[in-house]
């Protein structure tokens, strides 16, 4: 299960400048890492530690601003095309999904 969080926050001024610093910084915290410019992806063992990380997520929304939150499974993030002008680019391979018995 991958979490996405995409955003587009103001920075127009010097404190929404801070407050999108900030929320990108709290969710790079909570293990999110930046997949293009304001979209960060996280990989979660399941649903319910998905909705952990959401809620996580909620708890630091800026003031203003717009972002959405998002989760596919492994299948559907792997079927993503990645283009860097017009040469195809191979995604990062999911992670690898130890158990313990």
């Not at 103001?10 to 304001?38: C, H, L, V, Y």
Request: charged residues 30%; contains cysteine; hydrophobic residues 40%.
């Amino acid at each position: 299960m991958w979490v996405l969080v995409l955003y587009d926050l103001p920075t127009e001024t010097k404190k929404e400048r801070k407050e999108a610093a900030k929320f990108r910084k709290n969710i790079m915290k909570d293990g999110f890492t930046m997949f293009q410019f304001s979209i960060y992806v996280r990989h979660c063992a399941s649903m319910d530690n998905a909705k952990v990380h959401i809620k996580r997520v909620k708890s630091i929304l800026p003031p203003t601003g717009n972002v959405g939150i998002m989760c596919i499974t492994d299948k559907q993030f792997a079927d993503i095309e990645i283009f860097l002008c017009k040469k195809e680019v191979k995604p990062n391979a999911p992670y690898q999904q130890l158990e313990l018995f």
